[in-house]
């Protein structure tokens, strides 16, 4: 017996017996086949239909990593579990932020809520990188605005995601025009600084084209300016906003641990330890230059400070400070006088 793909010229010669006694759809199929034995699958090709039946066969998914998508879809169509798990798991491994737009649309389409979340949250972790691709700029109007207005989204600055929203009006400017203000409406625009808002934002070009005279766009960069003029104590109790709330994502990717002592070890330690919320390992970092506990910690400018505590024999006044960046921990100008147990943050970052 054969398994015909229909409108794709495919013909796959197949034992009908072992076809029926994989799954219920394709069970039917099989009891639907032609005069001469011929089983028609709708709505899958080619090469999607012969890595199925190869599966089948002998139960490995040896395909062409481009033609993963085709055969997930036959499986989702002829109901094989085994193979649609084992095509995503090939998929996942592949999964980066030059595929992650494609996948996420592959994941929605299926569905498949496993592919689509973990396309989806590799989006919004490297926004960055995947907003430069070609795939970002030929997405539909919603799903651009469902990324650029994501809570989850990480970001170093909102002037991330305006440069995403102007190069994607750009691209197909005067198609998309009509969409600049409501994509607008999904950058935090008062988390910017006056002068981002002033130099970058009102005076951009497609800015200055399309939205100079319109009266909700100046209400809003108004209502941004505002806020942004607000001295940091009273802006600290105003209620957050759509443009003022500030995205989970910017709030870090990575957790450090820096010094303390082991267990029921009463000893300080100088090792420091760094969580990758990405895919939640732990990754030992540089050490401290002295080993410290009871000590305050802080994060300010992309670095991280240690401050004080007590090293097993005294309190200290001194300071370091770690850049990630460099893997590197170096002597910052030392306290007044020593100190431990104590609160330490960052003001007016």
């Given at each position: ?15 009908k ?62 109901k ?21 737009l ?7 389409s ?120 607000t ?36 000893r ?8 990758d919320?990405?895919?939640?390992d ?68």
């Amino acid at each position: 017996a054969g398994v015909g793909g229909v409108g794709v010229g495919a013909h796959i010669p197949a034992h009908k017996a072992l076809l029926a006694a994989v799954s219920p759809e394709l069970e039917a199929l099989v009891a639907g086949a032609d005069k001469k034995g011929i089983v028609r699958v709708e709505g899958v090709d080619a090469k999607g239909l012969q890595g199925a039946v190869a599966f089948i066969y002998n139960g490995t998914v040896d395909v062409p990593r481009a033609d993963l998508p085709s055969v997930l879809r036959a499986s989702d169509a002829l109901k094989l579990r085994p193979l649609k798990d084992a095509c995503l798991d090939s998929i996942l491994a592949a999964l980066g932020a030059s595929n992650a737009l494609r996948l996420r649309g592959l994941g929605a389409s299926l569905p498949s809520a496993e592919l689509r979340d973990a396309a989806h949250c590799l989006c919004v972790e490297e926004f960055g990188l995947v907003a430069k691709g070609a795939d970002f700029l030929e997405l539909p109007a919603d799903e651009v605005a469902e990324l650029c207005g994501s809570d989850d989204l990480r970001v170093h600055s909102e002037a991330d995601v305006l440069e995403a929203v102007l190069s994607w009006v750009a691209h197909e400017e005067h198609g998309r025009k009509g969409q600049l203000l409501r994509l607008l409406g999904c950058v935090r625009l008062g988390l910017m600084t006056a002068e981002t808002l002033s130099t970058q934002v009102a005076a951009a070009p497609l800015v200055q084209a399309h939205l100079s005279r319109d009266a909700s766009w100046q209400s809003m960069i108004n209502a941004a300016l505002a806020h942004v003029g607000t001295p940091p104590a009273q802006r600290a109790s105003l209620p957050e906003g759509p443009q003022t709330r500030p995205r989970l994502g910017s709030r870090g990717r990575y957790v450090f641990l820096v010094g303390g002592r082991r267990g029921s070890n009463p000893r300080a330690t100088g090792k420091s330890w760094m969580l990758d919320k990405l895919n939640y390992d732990w990754y030992e970092v540089d050490s401290l230059l002295h080993p410290r506990k009871q000590h305050g910690a802080a994060e300010l400018g992309g670095w991280i400070y240690a401050a004080g505590g007590w090293d097993g024999e005294q309190y200290l006044r001194s300071v370091e400070r770690f850049t990630p960046l460099e893997d590197r921990w170096e002597r910052a100008p030392p306290m007044a006088a020593p100190r431990g147990s104590f609160g330490m943050a960052p003001f007016g970052a």
